[in-house]
């Protein structure tokens, strides 16, 4: 099992920059991947990026060139640095954890809200 478990979601003007984290906790040494997913209201939850144990990472398109995930591998924490922000970017961004046997691990969420 995975705990995972948001934090620094909040609310910011359009051309803002936030950082969520993500820590894991429990079993995290079976983690293949983790990285963020969102949902703004109305939508489906969309992929936003992701990064593996090898460093690999991929983004969405709409992302692209503003948003950085990283890693501190010693504190199993994933990063999402958020630039340039713009307002349909609100969404409760999510992070999401595979494993190397397939099983997938959600966090509970946390908004991120971008002001016009």
């Not at 460093?55 to 990063?79: E, H, P």
């Not at 595979?98 to 002001?115: A, H, K, M, N, P």
Request: with cysteine; net charge positive; proline share 2%.
């Amino acid at each position: 099992q995975v705990q995972l478990v948001e934090s620094g979601g909040g609310l910011v003007q359009a051309g803002g920059s936030l950082r969520l984290s993500c820590s894991a906790s429990g079993s995290t040494g079976s983690i293949w991947k983790q990285g963020w997913y969102r949902q703004a209201p109305g939508n489906k939850r969309e992929f936003v990026a992701t990064i593996t144990r090898g460093d690999s990472t991929i983004y969405a398109d709409s992302v692209k060139g503003r948003f950085l995930i990283s890693r501190d591998s010693a504190k199993n924490t994933v990063f999402l640095q958020m630039n340039s922000l713009k307002p349909e970017d609100t969404a409760v961004f999510y992070c999401h954890c595979r494993t190397y046997d397939s099983r997938e691990y959600w966090g509970q969420g946390t908004q991120v809200t971008v002001s016009s």
